[in-house]
């Protein structure tokens, strides 16, 4: 690992700070931690959730023999097959889910850097999946605690292949420190970091609109 690599992970994270802060503190989420929502609303956030996972892990596929970003696309972080089960438990066997603007506009996004941009990838991946792993895990929690879950309903939130995730997100920083980006592509991947987190607090407004 090259001088000019170490520390990425460290400078992707407070370079990030201000808005991943600002999606934690929307009224949605404040509303469905506290337990003011009903389990619609619950199931309105894992709907939308879905269709843009649903995005994110096809452009995996196109990147997983990149021998960059390749080694970002680990199988034990896929969502998609947990969040269908989730929903299927919440919604019946034959839900479907109509994208709410922001989610539309979320997708778009993905479409169109994802597929394409190796950083825009990670970007994406990064603030979806190290988020699962930590404010995702007392998600976790509250929704059993909240709404009686066991394993129906929440399996979005286990990573049951990933043994322990604090060990797990320090090997995912190592990921970020160690890849050996091109000239700017830091810059370009913290920068998409910070759109991710806007079009996420964006889904949580819209969310809000519904449900709150």
Request: glycine letters at 8%.
């Amino acid at each position: 690992m090259t001088a000019v690599d170490e520390g990425f992970a460290a400078r992707l994270r407070s370079g990030t700070r201000d808005e991943h802060e600002r999606a934690e503190r929307s009224v949605f989420v404040e509303a469905l931690l506290g337990g003011r929502l009903g389990r619609e609303a619950y199931a309105g956030l894992l709907g939308q959730t879905y269709l843009f996972y649903d995005v994110l892990e096809n452009a995996g596929e196109t990147w997983r023999d990149d021998p960059v970003v390749g080694a970002f696309v680990i199988d034990g972080l896929l969502r998609r097959d947990a969040l269908a089960r989730d929903l299927a438990y919440l919604l019946g066997a034959d839900w479907r889910v109509e994208p709410l603007p922001a989610t539309r506009a979320y997708m778009d996004r993905l479409h169109e850097v994802c597929f394409t941009s190796r950083g825009a990838f990670v970007a994406h991946h990064y603030t979806r999946y190290l988020g699962d792993l930590s404010g995702g895990q007392v998600i976790h929690r509250r929704m059993r605690d909240i709404y009686g879950f066991e394993d129906d309903g929440v399996r979005f939130y286990v990573f049951d292949q990933v043994a322990k995730p604090k060990p797990f997100r320090d090997h995912y920083r190592a990921l970020l420190d160690a890849a050996p980006w091109r000239e700017g592509e830091r810059d370009e991947l913290v920068e998409e970091a910070n759109v991710a987190f806007r079009l996420n607090r964006a889904v949580f407004e819209d969310l809000s609109s519904v449900y709150c």
